[in-house]
């Protein structure tokens, strides 16, 4: 659920998000109001704050406000929208709009209006929205493939173990799905299933983008044959381990536990298996 604060002398702030609640298009958000002297109290701001920048304030004061929200801004965990509404009863000076924004890091994520009507903020605001489900949506996906990338191991920078898994990219140095299930002796529909892809997919592009942080878990696992031969990594993939709970190396990657498996090969290799 998208959040939307209003920020502004108490009354004001009111009025302007009951004016906005009005619309449709906000009843999936989570709205709602403060002024001045509660903003102080929050730790970072929402995905939208629309601002009713008080005409009442001095030079000093008007300045350390758009401070608070310039550190408040920046503070936030998600990416965060600002709508600065300067309703004055005489437009301000360009110069004094462009030391209030001087304040603010990010000027990408800020619009300025100059007594707009209702309806030009109402619009504003929705023609946000799409670009904050575009960036959640883009923030999840790339927390995804942080998580799914393996923990670095020491084994990166030796280049003799990194040679022998060279056979298993391709001429663009990517990693193949393809080489990787013969390497393994499995069907390329259990390596998809794995990978949560389908078959088609594996076998139209084996060395997808979207593909190699989860095969290179299995690259990893693969380098235990710089002390094995091809044959017999087949037959320690399939051989039960009392080091593993008494299941097969094989077994564990279906159930992806794959860093388990490439952390107990890279201690095998070192000479430490725990």
């Known amino acids: 659920m998208k959040e939307l604060l209003v920020v502004g002398e108490r009354s004001r702030a009111q009025k302007t998000l009951h004016a906005l609640r009005l619309s449709d298009r906000f009843k999936d958000w989570k709205t709602g109001a403060t002024d001045l002297d509660e903003l102080q109290d929050r730790d970072s701001l929402p995905d939208l704050t629309v601002v009713d920048v008080p005409w009442q304030l001095s030079d000093h004061a008007l300045k350390r406000f758009a401070n608070t929200l310039a550190e408040k801004q920046e503070s936030s965990r998600k990416e965060s929208f600002l709508i600065l509404n300067f309703h004055w009863p005489k437009h301000p000076a360009k110069p004094a709009v462009l030391r209030f924004l001087r304040h603010f890091r990010r000027p990408d994520r800020i619009q300025v209006y100059l ?10 605001v929705d023609a946000i929205g799409p670009t904050i489900d575009l960036l959640r949506s883009s923030a999840t996906k790339e927390s995804r493939e942080r998580e799914q990338q393996p923990q670095p191991s020491m084994l990166d920078k030796m280049q003799k173990v990194l040679d022998v898994t060279k056979d298993l990219r391709t ?14 002796r499995v069907p390329q529909t259990d390596l998809g299933n794995w990978l949560g892809k389908k078959k088609q997919g594996i076998s139209k592009t084996p060395d997808a983008d979207s ?3 989860s095969l290179e878990y299995f690259e990893r696992i693969a380098r235990l044959r710089i002390a094995l031969s091809d044959e017999d990594f087949r037959k320690w993939l399939r051989m039960r381990n009392e080091l593993l709970d008494g299941a097969t190396p094989l077994e564990l990657i279906a159930q992806g536990k794959w860093q388990i498996v490439a952390d107990f090969v890279a201690d095998m290799i070192t000479g430490s298996p725990t």
């Open 211 to 213: 593909l190699q942080n």
């Open 171 to 184: 001429d663009s140095g990517k990693l193949s799905a393809k080489l990787i299930a013969d390497l393994y």
């Open 115 to 124: 007594s707009p009507k209702r309806e030009v903020l109402k619009a504003a």
